[in-house]
């Protein structure tokens, strides 16, 4: 089922676009929870964590590896980040595309809610 990142892959619906290549968008958040909060989506729509399995690895390292770039770039890599997944209810996930949030700028606390 499409979500609404989808309509921003295809640029239907407006984003603040920070990041593209051929398998990865990241955008700013609408709601952001910190002073850079940056959203790393795959091109290809997968709904959940759950979804992913055997040889669907570089789906989810090519998010770590496009956020951890963005950090360096930005100038905030050594100090830090943090980087997060939801998954589903529990995990308070709220856009069934999986999202790989980066968060940085003010230090953050242990354990998360
Ligand atoms: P999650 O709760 O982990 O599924 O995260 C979904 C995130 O997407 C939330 O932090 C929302 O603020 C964010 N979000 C929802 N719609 C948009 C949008 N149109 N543009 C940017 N971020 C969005």
Redesign the pocket.
């Known amino acids: 089922m499409a979500t609404?990142f989808d309509k921003?892959i295809a640029r239907e619906?407006p984003?603040d676009i920070v990041f593209e290549d051929e398998n990865v968008l990241a955008?700013r958040?609408?709601?952001p929870q910190a002073p850079v909060h940056v959203?790393f989506i795959p091109k290809r729509a997968v709904p959940t964590l759950n979804d992913l399995g055997e040889g669907d690895e570089a789906v989810v390292g090519r998010l770590a590896v496009a956020a951890a770039a963005y950090a360096k770039r930005e100038g905030f890599a050594d100090d830090g980040y943090r980087v997060v997944m939801?998954c589903n209810r529990d995990g308070?996930?709220?856009?069934f595309h999986i999202?790989l949030?980066l968060l940085a700028g003010r230090p953050m606390a242990w354990p998360p809610g």
């Open positions: 609404i921003i619906i984003a955008f958040d609408i709601h959203l939801n308070g996930q709220t856009v999202h949030h």
